[in-house]
């Protein structure tokens, strides 16, 4: 059974950077994704495979996740990057582009490449990226394709780019997108990932992104600066205020329930059993 990593803020970092790819061994995000697609050019491509295959197990040491984002399944790039990367043992790799059928290669040719390595069956995930407007339709059935997925992860600028629209800080152009991973994710139950904040420099805009998608349903949130990272760690994280408020909720319930009843009053708002539930997942959630 593969470790089960909590997943607030995942950086990305282009797989040609040795620098940052060694900077990132010491942060604070909880998962590093080596990039092999957009942020590395055509000329960089095998080169990177090379770079990041010294960082892999470096990464893992220092306890944090190690995700490669490979090319696209339909790409000469991505099948070799997949064949390469396996190797490196990678605890889940992201398809770009994701549909069913990219989903279902990948799943395939890792199969072939686990039972070749002798690694465990299923070892290493699948984190599908959504970032087209049939995959956002489809996410329900993407998140379903594979059991490696354990996550699902939006790209806001290709699917704004395919839509023809621009893109803001508010996000309101990709409310819908968001809604539908958030959907597919909890129907599947896995963790589901925002996409990544360009300001670089806008802490503000930052907070406030990222906030609406946790106020949305999403577990966590990519990243492409290491000054972003704190910011989500916190908002993905569950505070002191809303343990103690959880717990005195499940208690007030606990002692309704006794009495045998369904339903009471709590802080001036009714209560019942899945009100009770969901204190009790918020508060198993701050025990991980
Ligand atoms: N991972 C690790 N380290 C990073 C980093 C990242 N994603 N982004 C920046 N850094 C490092 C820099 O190397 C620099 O290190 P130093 O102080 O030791 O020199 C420090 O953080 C400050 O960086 P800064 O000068 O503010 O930014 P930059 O101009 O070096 O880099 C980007 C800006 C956008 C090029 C860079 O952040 C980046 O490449 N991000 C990832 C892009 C990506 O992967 N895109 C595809 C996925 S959407
Ligand atoms: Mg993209």
């Not at 944090?64 to 190797?87: P, Q, S, W, Y």
């Not at 490196?88 to 199969?111: E, R």
């Not at 963790?191 to 802490?203: Q, S, W």
Request: with cysteine; charged share 25%; glycine share 8%.
């Amino acid at each position: 059974m593969s470790r089960r990593f909590i997943r607030r803020s995942l950086l990305y970092v282009p797989g040609s950077s040795g620098k940052m790819l060694s900077k990132s061994v010491d942060l604070n995000a909880d998962s590093i994704i080596a990039d092999l697609e957009d942020a590395v050019s055509m000329t960089e491509k095998d080169a990177a495979r090379e770079t990041i295959s010294e960082f892999i197990p470096r990464i893992q040491a220092a306890g944090k996740e190690a995700v490669v984002r490979v090319n696209a399944m339909n790409t000469f790039f991505g099948v070799k990057d997949l064949i390469a990367v396996a190797e490196m043992k990678p605890n889940a790799v992201i398809v770009p582009k994701a549909d069913v059928l990219s989903v279902k290669m990948a799943d395939n040719i890792l199969s072939g490449l686990e039972e070749h390595l002798e690694l465990s069956k299923g070892s290493i995930h699948i984190i599908p990226l959504l970032e087209t407007a049939a995959g956002i339709m489809d996410a329900v059935n993407i998140v379903g394709a594979s059991p490696r997925i354990n996550g699902v992860q939006l790209g806001a600028e290709d699917l704004t780019k395919e839509l023809g629209i621009k893109r803001t800080a508010a996000g309101d152009e990709i409310a819908f997108a968001r809604q539908r991973l958030v959907y597919a994710a909890c129907a599947y139950n896995v963790d589901c990932f925002d996409t990544p904040f360009t300001g670089i420099k806008d802490m503000e805009g930052l907070g406030e992104d990222a906030c609406s998608a946790a106020a949305m349903g999403f577990t966590g949130k990519t990243c492409i600066h290491p000054a972003h990272i704190d910011a989500i760690n916190r908002v993905f994280s569950v505070s002191g205020e809303e343990i103690n408020h959880a717990r005195r909720l499940v208690e007030a319930f606990e002692i309704a329930v006794s009495r045998g009843k369904g339903a009471c009053m709590f802080e001036g708002k009714m209560i019942d059993a899945p009100i009770a539930e969901r204190a009790r997942k918020l508060l198993s959630k701050a025990a991980e």
